[in-house]
């Protein structure tokens, strides 16, 4: 019962700080505009990973066949899970469209994913 109460104040707190500090960040101009691109980025990758752990019962079901690497580790991007399983041919349909779509937006997308740490 904490772990759920813990929850319901992380997302209220969530919803009403960040994007609080996202503008603060961005208003303060202490990101420089080279900076900035690498700041979008991490975050990108925090809301990936937190993707992969909240929606990682769904993906399992609808991208991957039951025998290919799980989705739901906290400190791994949806990118990197999708990697893994296309380099095992474990991948369902909908889990090749999307990664064929991640693919054409950044070339080799879901390979470099794979490969990484994140």
Same mark, same amino acid.
């Given at each position: 019962?904490?772990?759920?109460?813990?929850?319901?104040?992380?997302?209220?707190?969530?919803?009403?700080?960040?994007p609080?500090?996202?503008?603060?960040?961005?208003?303060t101009? %202490?990101l420089?505009?080279? %900076?900035?691109?690498?700041?979008f980025?991490?975050i990108a990758?925090?809301?990936?990973q937190?993707?992969?752990?909240?929606?990682?019962n769904?993906l399992n079901?609808?991208?991957?066949n039951?025998?290919?690497?799980k989705?739901?580790? /906290?400190? /791994?991007?949806?990118?990197k899970?999708l990697?893994?399983?296309?380099?095992?041919n474990?991948?369902l349909?909908?889990?090749?469209?999307?990664?064929?779509?991640?693919? %054409?937006?950044?070339?080799?997308?879901? /390979?470099?994913?794979?490969?990484?740490?994140n």
């Amino acid at each position: 019962m904490l772990g759920f109460i813990l929850l319901i104040i992380s997302i209220l707190l969530a919803v009403i700080l960040l994007p609080v500090g996202w503008l603060y960040s961005l208003f303060t101009l %202490r990101l420089s505009i080279k %900076r900035l691109g690498a700041y979008f980025k991490t975050i990108a990758i925090s809301i990936d990973q937190l993707g992969n752990v909240v929606l990682s019962n769904l993906l399992n079901d609808v991208l991957i066949n039951k025998n290919g690497y799980k989705f739901g580790d /906290e400190d /791994e991007t949806i990118s990197k899970v999708l990697g893994i399983n296309k380099a095992n041919n474990t991948l369902l349909k909908t889990g090749k469209i999307i990664s064929s779509i991640l693919n %054409r937006i950044d070339k080799n997308h879901v /390979e470099k994913a794979s490969k990484s740490d994140n």
